[in-house]
């Protein structure tokens, strides 16, 4: 669950022969076990990398009741819902840190011989921040502990970052249309919604779109777990246009200004979501929600055209479940999301006039018709029946309205 960084060097390889060497201290590899090391290496620090984007920090000073810095102070960081541990120790002034946290409830320990051990609970490390948990060392013996609950202080001075956190309880407690998620990014500053327009393609995105810093909708940058979650539009909707995943997703952080080395550059915002996690107690959840348009109010084009309100229903369904496999060392968890939709629409549409079909265009006479353009005239709406005619332009086409159906199933 968590990772020591250590750094190891390289010599580069040999100018004059075709093998590479590795020596360092004694140790001494050449050939493809070299070139093997290395990809190995690249590997290891690029896994690092990416759990920069996912995961937090804590650290903090331990003082004496005087306010002088402890040095060799043990400190031992619980996950508290999996058991987790991780041990450090204060350096000569004191500080220590502990990086790569993944989010969650955390509870820091900190010891030393002559001291009481000190207890910092209920701190939560959320995604791209750093808790800062100080300890004050009361003289006394080890088998005392005071024990301190309250949260740790993100006032973030290690970074020039701009970001907000959206938290697991937001995601699971805000009201979400359609569950979609895009809808807690307009809640943080410098966030604006991009109006929708009626004729959105997949090349432009079918959903919600932000807006950051003036960008356009196309340029933010959206990972899940460090990975790129961006279709072909650069956004993150999936068939039904909204960006899902509300039962997975323990929170994700939008950063809007000055992002770090560790994100490819983005004119836009950087949305970074982590996934959540088994623990040591089994847990699940399960939901379904129903829209239809038994509520909903007529669309202009409805009325315009004298028509009826189009048919309307939505159901989403699934759930989730997490649990230990090996109690304090090995966790589960999946979920699932479905959607059964279906969607009708009143569609105003610019199509031909039916007396195209015998060679007719406007007043002129009738012309011959190509025999190779009549299998496309047959496939093509035409004005009359099914399509009313609204409005005759006099150029062989007319504006006419019509039901469209949309159907989308998606899981």
Same mark, same amino acid.
């Given at each position: ?136 060392? *009361? ?97 993150? *909707? ?90 304090? *060392? ?82």
């Amino acid at each position: 669950m968590f990772q020591q960084v250590r750094k190891y060097n390289l010599i580069e390889e040999d100018a004059v022969s075709k093998n590479s060497v590795c020596e360092r201290g004694g140790l001494r590899i050449s050939g493809w076990t070299g070139r093997g090391l290395v990809l190995f290496l690249f590997l290891f620090y690029a896994s690092l990398a990416v759990a920069q984007l996912t995961r937090g920090t804590i650290s903090g000073t331990v003082t004496d009741q005087t306010g002088g810095a402890v040095p060799g102070a043990a400190i031992t960081i619980t996950h508290v819902d999996t058991g987790v541990t991780r041990a450090s120790e204060t350096g000569a002034r004191g500080r220590y840190e502990a990086p790569s946290l993944p989010a969650g409830n955390y509870e820091v320990r900190a010891s030393l011989a002559g001291f009481q051990t000190s207890i910092r609970a209920g701190i939560t490390v959320i995604i791209g921040r750093t808790a800062v948990v100080d300890h004050v060392l *009361q003289v006394g013996e080890v088998a005392q502990t005071v024990t301190v609950t309250g949260e740790a202080t993100f006032v973030e001075t290690t970074s020039a970052t701009v970001s907000q956190v959206v938290e697991q309880q937001k995601v699971e407690d805000l009201p979400l249309p359609g569950r979609d998620m895009m809808e807690l990014t307009f809640l943080q500053p410098g966030v604006l919604r991009i109006p929708q327009r009626n004729d959105q393609r997949a090349m432009s995105g079918m959903g919600e779109k932000m807006t950051v810093a003036g960008a356009r909708g196309q340029q933010n940058n959206f990972l899940i777990d460090g990975v790129s979650n961006n279709d072909l539009s650069g956004n993150p *909707q999936g068939a039904s246009g909204a960006f899902l995943g509300a039962e997975s997703v323990q929170e994700f952080q939008i950063i809007t200004n000055n992002y770090s080395a560790e994100y490819r550059s983005q004119a836009g915002a950087i949305v970074s979501a982590v996934t959540k996690s088994g623990t040591n107690a089994l847990h699940g959840s399960l939901f379904w929600t129903h829209r239809n348009d038994n509520l909903d109010a007529a669309r202009w084009e409805d009325n315009a055209f004298g028509g009826v309100k189009p048919e309307f229903k939505r159901n989403q369904f699934g759930g989730s479940l997490g649990g230990p496999i090996v109690p304090d *060392q090995t966790f589960f968890f999946g979920s699932y999301e479905g959607l059964r939709e279906r969607l009708d629409r009143t569609e105003v549409i610019r199509i031909l006039h039916p007396d195209v079909l015998q060679g007719i265009i406007g007043s002129d006479p009738a012309i011959p018709i190509d025999p190779d353009i009549q299998p496309y005239l047959a496939i093509m709406p035409v004005g009359g029946g099914k399509f009313p005619i609204l409005e005759d332009f006099g150029d062989g086409t007319v504006r006419s309205a019509g039901t469209s159906s949309i159907p989308t199933d998606d899981d």
